[in-house]
């Protein structure tokens, strides 16, 4: 049996909990992130030049506070790309 890799959902509620830091409307408490998000860019895939999918791996960059900036990856355990 096959079984769906998640990668993008995962990547989607990681960004969307982000940008909800970011702007201040999370109603739970993530210690001192909600002052030190700044903003968290577009999802992007894994995609060869002629644009099909390489991997299941999906980045964004978030940038904090003082402009320093991070990248996020969500991949499979294992994918060692």
């Known amino acids: 049996m096959i ?3 998640y990668c993008d959902a995962i990547a989607h509620s990681l960004s969307k909990l982000l940008h909800a830091a970011a702007s201040g409307a ?3 408490d993530l210690d001192r992130a909600e002052k030190v998000i ?3 860019g ?5 995609l ?3 644009g099909y999918y390489q991997s299941t791996r999906r980045q964004f960059v978030v940038a904090d506070v003082n402009g320093r900036m ?3 990856t969500i991949a499979e355990a294992g994918d060692d790309k």
């Open 26 to 28: 999370l109603n739970i």
């Open 70 to 72: 991070y990248t996020v």
């Open 3 to 5: 079984y769906p890799s």
């Open 38 to 40: 700044k903003a968290v």
């Open 48 to 50: 060869s030049p002629k």
């Open 42 to 46: 577009p999802t992007k895939l894994d």
